[in-house]
């Protein structure tokens, strides 16, 4: 890499923050330190976790037909066909 000291350095600490940033919350330790109470939970809504939750159940009902290693993801559809 042609990056210089500076820039490989803040690349190293933000990949070292990023994996101690919790995968499920979103938080790092740091932002709990000085305050235990620094965030509160509140329930949002997104369309994304909708539709994959409905794919979901419709994929257990269906396991069977899908080989082991299936999972179910977000993408866009094909753009659809002009007549």
Do not use: N
Request: one cysteine or more; charged letters at 35%; aromatic letters at 10%.
């Amino acid at each position: 890499m042609s990056w210089d000291r500076a820039d490989r350095d803040k690349a190293l600490w933000w990949h070292i923050r990023q994996a101690q940033t919790c995968p499920s919350c979103g938080t790092h330790p740091d932002e709990w330190a000085d305050d235990p109470w620094a965030f509160e939970a509140a329930p949002t809504h997104c369309r994304g976790c909708e539709v994959r939750a409905q794919a979901d159940e419709d994929f257990e009902k269906h396991r069977k037909e899908y080989r082991r290693g299936t999972s179910i993801q977000l993408r866009r559809p094909p753009p659809a066909e002009e007549a």
